[in-house]
C-alpha cells in the first residue's frame, strides 16, 4: 500500500513525510542492520527488505515489528560490549571497534522509530480533531513524547476545540507575587489574617501543601487560630515506597508529622488532613503535590512549598480574589472531605507498611530530631530545632528525649560514635533498624490518631469558601484535573503571539516538543515569536540530571535554552522551582512541574492568569513578569551547548559511528556543565557570605527577615542594595568558576 497522500512514505500502516523519512534512510537503515555482528543476521535479507520498501514505499507492519525486535537484541549486546569497554577504562580498541557497527545501526534505527513516533501522533490527532483544529501541531508534538491513551487524548482535543473557555472565571483581582516576593507575601497574608482576628474581624484559613514543614509558617498558623481565626489543614503524606531503586529516604517525613501534631497541639479551631494518595491517586508512588494558601477572600496560587529553604527558591504565584478564590477554596474542601476518615491503606497502600518493614530505610539529622521530638511530645508551632553537628551532640538530644540513638541506627558499634560525624554534620541518610522503623509507623500512627479525632474530623466540616463576587477585570483560567492542566498549558503555548517565556524546574521532551511545533508554526506563518527556557540544573545522585532530554531536545530544534545559574547564601542549593510558562498573552503558573508525573499522575493545581491590555494593571504585571524573566535570563544564566561541546570533544574522530558518538557525549557535556555550575554556586555562597560579614550587613538582613523575607533573599538583597546592581553582579561574574563556565 502506497503512502495515500502521495510521494510519501508509509510505516506500520501510518504515512510519514518524505522530508522525515525516505526509501534512501530505508537503505541506509538496512546496510547498517546487515552489518551488525549478531548470530544468524544476514545482510541479504536485509538487502531484500530495502527492495521491497524501495518499492512499495512501505514498511509493512511485520516488517517494522521485526527490526524493531532486531534492535532489542542488538542493544543488549551493544550494553554487554558498552559494560566490557567500560571495564577496559575505555581503553581497548577492539572493543571500541566491536562497538561502532553497533552505534550505526542504532542511530539509524533511532531515526525510524522517530519518524513514526511523530508520524504515529499526528494520525491520532486527525482522527479525533476537526480540519479547522489550530493548535493541532502543538498537541500532536506533545501527545508524540506523551503518549496519550486514546481516551485522553480524545478528550484533549475536544476540550480544547469546542470550550476552549470551561476553565475561565472572569471578574477577579490579582496580585502577582514572584520570586523573592513569593515568600513575603505568605507571611503577610498570614500575618494580615491574625490582625484581623484581633481586631475582631476572624477569617478563614487555609493551607494546602506538599510539605508544610517551615517552623515560621506553622508558628503562624497556630497564632491566627490563637487569635481567634478557623485554620484547615491538608498535606501530602509522604513517602514509604522508594522513588527510585529499593532504598527508601524518609527524611521528610517525620518532619512532616512532627509539624501536624504540633497544629493539633496548638489551642484554637484547628483542624488537620492528610490527602490519601494511594485511594485517590491510584500509586502509593504519587504525590499530592498541591501549594495554595487561603487567608479570608484571598488566595496564593502558586509552585512553592512551605518548608524550610523554600522561600530562598525562584518561583511564581498570584493573590487572587474573586470568583477563581472561590472555586480553588472549594476544590480545596473537597480534597479535605476526601481525606476526611482515610486509613493507612488509602495513603499509603496495603501493603505498604509490612514491605516498608523490610526494605533498606534511610534517614539523616533532620528526620532524626524531628521523629524524637514527635515521639516525646512536640514543641510548639514555631520551635525551631537545634541542628547537631556531631554524633555526640545528636544522641545527646536523642537521651534528653528518652531515647537511645543507637537502637535507631542499623550500623555496628565500631563504626558508630565520632566516625559519623561528618554524616551528621552534612545530614546524609543513615540506615534505619528496625526498632528505628518501628518507631516511624508508631509516629504515622499517632498523628492519624490525631486526626481520626472526633473534633478534628468534626471541624474538617466547617469549610466556608469566600463569595463569588466580582472582585476585579481579570479572566483566570484554573486547571484541577490532569486532562485540564495539559489542556490549559498547551492553549496557553498555542495562544502565544509574540514570546514564550518558561523557567521550569522540570522541562521534559512532550512540552519542548510543544515549544518546537508553535515555533514552526509561527514560521510557516511567516511570523517571529520569542521562545525561551530556563531549566534548573539539579543533580540526580547518579550525576545526570532530569532535565537532559528536554533540554537537548530544544537544542537540537534551534529552541534557546540555558541553565539557571544562581547565587547562594551558604550550603544550601538555590533552585528555579518554577512552574511558569509566560507568554504576551499569559502567565501559567502553579504547582504542575512540565514533566508526565506532574502533568498527568499527581494531585496538582495550576492557573493561567490572562493579560488585558487595555488596564494598566494588568500590562504592568506582565511587563513585571517578563522583567522577571530577563533578568534570571541575563544575569543568573549559561547557555547550554552540549552540541558545540560534543562535536569538539569528537572533532578528530573520524569513525563510521561519528554521529552516535557525538550524540552520546551531549549527556557527558551536559553533565561538565551542571558541575561547573554547582561549583560556582557554591563559590558564590562562599563570596556572598564573606561580603555580608565585611560590610557589617546582619541589622540590614535582620530587618528585612523581619518584613517577610526568607533568609537567603533578605541576604542577597541587602548585598544587592549595598553594593548597588552592577558591582553585585560583576563581583559575582567576576569568580573563577562563572568564568570558566562561560569560556
Known amino acids: 500500500m502506497s503512502n495515500p497522500s502521495g510521494g510519501g512514505f508509509s510505516i506500520n500502516n501510518t504515512p510519514v513525510e518524505r522530508a522525515r523519512y525516505n526509501s534512501d534512510m530505508m537503505r541506509q537503515l538496512t546496510k547498517a542492520a546487515g552489518s551488525v555482528p549478531i548470530d544468524g543476521n544476514s545482510p541479504k535479507s536485509w538487502n531484500q527488505l530495502a527492495d521491497s520498501v524501495e518499492h512499495h514505499d512501505e514498511v509493512s507492519k511485520e516488517d517494522f515489528e521485526s527490526m524493531r525486535d532486531f534492535a532489542k537484541q542488538a542493544r543488549e549486546e551493544r550494553g554487554d560490549l558498552r559494560k566490557e569497554y567500560a571495564a577496559s577504562g575505555y581503553k581497548d580498541p577492539k572493543i571500541a571497534a566491536a562497538l561502532v557497527p553497533f552505534n550505526v545501526f542504532e542511530t539509524n534505527m533511532n531515526k525510524l522509530t522517530e519518524a513514526h513516533r511523530l508520524s504515529s501522533a499526528k494520525s491520532a490527532v486527525q482522527a479525533v480533531a476537526g480540519a479547522s483544529f489550530g493548535a493541532a501541531n502543538v498537541v500532536t508534538a506533545y501527545h508524540a513524547y506523551a503518549g496519550l491513551p486514546k481516551s485522553g487524548l480524545k478528550t484533549l482535543v475536544q476540550s480544547m476545540e469546542s470550550e476552549p473557555g470551561k476553565l475561565s472565571f472572569a471578574g477577579n483581582k490579582v496580585e502577582q507575587v514572584h520570586q523573592d516576593e513569593l515568600w513575603r507575601s505568605m507571611n503577610r497574608l498570614l500575618d494580615e489574617g491574625k490582625q484581623k482576628a484581633e481586631a475582631g474581624k476572624p477569617v478563614e484559613i487555609n493551607a494546602q501543601y506538599y510539605e508544610l514543614t517551615s517552623q515560621a509558617m506553622l508558628g503562624k498558623l497556630a497564632e491566627n487560630a490563637a487569635a481567634g481565626n478557623k485554620v484547615r489543614v491538608n498535606v501530602d503524606p509522604g513517602r514509604l515506597v522508594p522513588f527510585k531503586g529499593t532504598t527508601v529516604n524518609i527524611d521528610d517525613l517525620p518532619d512532616k508529622m512532627r509539624g501536624l501534631l504540633q497544629l493539633a497541639d496548638a489551642p484554637g479551631d484547628i483542624a488537620i488532613s492528610t490527602y490519601p494518595v494511594n485511594k485517590e491517586l491510584g500509586g502509593p508512588g504519587d504525590l499530592m503535590h498541591r501549594k495554595g494558601l487561603r487567608v479570608g477572600d484571598k488566595f496564593l496560587l502558586s509552585g512553592m512549598n512551605a518548608n524550610q529553604g523554600s522561600g530562598e527558591n525562584i518561583d511564581a504565584g498570584y493573590i487572587v480574589e474573586g470568583p477563581a478564590a472561590r472555586k480553588l477554596v472549594q476544590n480545596f474542601s473537597r480534597d479535605v472531605q476526601n481525606s476526611k476518615g482515610a486509613s493507612l491503606d488509602d495513603l499509603y497502600g496495603d501493603k505498604a507498611m509490612g514491605e ?99 473534633e ?72 517571529k515569536i520569542d521562545i525561551r527556557v530556563l531549566a534548573d540544573p539539579g543533580i540526580y545522585p547518579d550525576g545526570g540530571t532530569p532535565n537532559s532530554w528536554g533540554v537537548k531536545f530544544l537544542e537540537d530544534n534551534d529552541i534557546p535554552v540555558r541553565w539557571a545559574a544562581l547565587p547562594r547564601t551558604g550550603l544550601h542549593d538555590r533552585k528555579v522551582h518554577a512552574k511558569e510558562l509566560l507568554t504576551d498573552k499569559s502567565d501559567f503558573v502553579g504547582s504542575t512541574n512540565f514533566s508526565n508525573k506532574g502533568l498527568r499522575e499527581n494531585h496538582e493545581h495550576s492557573g493561567a492568569i490572562h493579560f488585558n491590555p487595555d488596564d494598566p494593571l494588568s500590562v504592568r504585571q506582565q511587563q513585571q513578569a517578563r522583567g522577571s524573566f530577563e533578568e534570571l535570563w541575563d544575569n543568573f544564566s549559561v547557555e547550554s551547548k552540549s552540541v558545540q561541546t560534543a562535536t569538539a570533544w569528537k572533532k578528530n574522530y573520524q569513525g563510521a559511528d561519528k554521529e552516535h558518538q557525538i550524540e552520546d557525549a551531549r549527556n557527558g557535556a551536559i553533565r561538565k556543565q551542571i558541575h561547573g555550575i554547582a561549583e560556582y554556586e557554591k563559590e558564590s555562597g562562599n563570596w556572598v557570605n564573606e561580603q555580608v560579614k565585611e560590610r557589617k550587613l546582619d541589622s540590614k538582613i535582620n530587618l528585612l527577615i523581619a518584613q517577610g523575607y526568607d533568609d537567603g533573599n533578605a541576604k542577597l538583597k541587602a548585598l544587592r542594595e549595598d553594593l548597588g546592581p552592577e558591582a553585585f553582579l560583576e563581583g559575582l561574574h567576576q569568580l573563577p568558576g562563572y568564568q570558566q563556565l562561560n569560556r
Do not use: C
Request: proline share 6%; hydrophobic share 40%; aromatic share 6%.
Open 356 to 454: 516498608f518493614m523490610e526494605r533498606d530505610v534511610r534517614m539523616g539529622r533532620r528526620g532524626l530530631m524531628s521523629l524524637f521530638d514527635s515521639l516525646d511530645g512536640p514543641l510548639p508551632a514555631g520551635s525551631n530545632m537545634v541542628r547537631p553537628k556531631t554524633y555526640a551532640e545528636l544522641e545527646a538530644h536523642a537521651k534528653e528525649r528518652g531515647f537511645d540513638l543507637k537502637k535507631f541506627i542499623d550500623l555496628p558499634a565500631d563504626e558508630q560514635g565520632a566516625k559519623l560525624d561528618h554524616a551528621i554534620a552534612e545530614n546524609h541518610a543513615l540506615p534505619m533498624s528496625d526498632y528505628g522503623k518501628r518507631r516511624v509507623v508508631d509516629l504515622i500512627k499517632l498523628v492519624q490518631r490525631e486526626i481520626h479525632s472526633p
Open 456 to 527: 478534628n474530623q468534626k471541624r474538617l466540616d466547617d469549610i466556608q469558601p469566600p463569595s463569588d463576587a466580582a472582585k476585579g477585570t481579570t479572566v483566570v483560567s484554573l486547571a484541577d484535573t490532569p486532562t485540564e492542566r495539559e489542556q490549559l498549558l498547551l492553549q496557553s503555548i498555542h495562544e502565544a503571539e509574540k514570546f514564550v517565556y518558561v523557567p521550569a524546574f522540570v522541562i521534559t521532551r512532550p512540552v519542548a516538543a510543544a515549544l518546537a511545533a508553535k515555533a514552526k508554526d509561527m514560521e510557516a506563518a511567516g511570523k
